[in-house]
Every structure is written in structure tokens, then in C-alpha cells.
Nanobody, 114 residues
Framework: VQLQASGGGLVQPGGSLTLSCAGS????????MAWYRQAPGKQRELVAR???????TYADSANGRFTISRDNVKNTVYLQMNRLKPDDTAVYYC?????????RGQGTQVTVSS
């Protein structure tokens, strides 16, 4: 597994979670890294991305609630998620942006439910 996401779980609406994703240097170095999610029966969607210099971009659904960051020494990307909603329920994956199929690793399940 080249990318290992962790930190998901079951959380109540309004709660918070922080996801982490570690990978090898060849995947991270100088590349834009991103978080994606896929809910059952839906297409994969981009949640947020971050350049190697720390410039961030968010999907409208995540803007103002989620924060993406990265540690270039640890080759790790993070997603801090606040004020979670049931619509945020999905499997979350990290990968380069744009998505590289060869790099897909295990995602982490986030379930927002009361």
C-alpha cells in the first residue's frame, strides 16, 4: 500500500475528526496532494488539495469547515474536519492531484450520524 489513510470513524453531526495520510517520498515530493471522498452510489469527488508550498483549495462543500495541511518531512497530508454533517459520510482517500490510479491506497471511513 503506497498511501495509508487513517483517522476516520463514527462521529455525531457537528463533531470533528482529523484524517492523516502517509506515503512514500516519491509520491509527495513537489506534488500537489489532495483528499477525495466517495459515498455509496456516488462518484468520487475532490474535497481539498494543497501544493508543496502550502497553497490550499477547497470544494464548496468543505470550504470553511475543513482544513488541509501537509508535512513534507513526514510525507503526510492531513484533513481537519469540523462541523461535520451527515452528507460528509464517505470513504476518504488521499492521492495526488490530479488522481493517479496507481497510487490508490486504503481509504478511511467517515460516518456522521446521530
Amino acid at each position: 500500500v503506497q498511501l495509508q489513510a487513517s483517522g476516520g470513524g463514527l462521529v455525531q453531526p457537528g463533531g470533528s475528526l482529523t484524517l492523516s495520510c502517509a506515503g512514500s517520498e516519491n509520491i509527495f515530493e513537489f506534488n500537489i496532494m489532495a483528499w477525495y471522498r466517495q459515498a455509496p452510489g456516488k462518484q468520487r469527488e475532490l474535497v481539498a488539495r494543497v501544493t508543496s508550498y502550502g497553497v490550499t483549495t477547497y470544494a464548496d462543500s468543505a470550504n470553511g469547515r475543513f482544513t488541509i495541511s501537509r508535512d513534507n518531512v513526514k510525507n503526510t497530508v492531513y484533513l481537519q474536519m469540523n462541523r461535520l454533517k451527515p452528507d460528509d459520510t464517505a470513504v476518504y482517500y488521499c492521492n495526488r492531484f490530479p488522481w493517479v490510479s496507481d497510487f490508490r491506497g486504503q481509504g478511511t471511513q467517515v460516518t456522521v450520524s446521530s
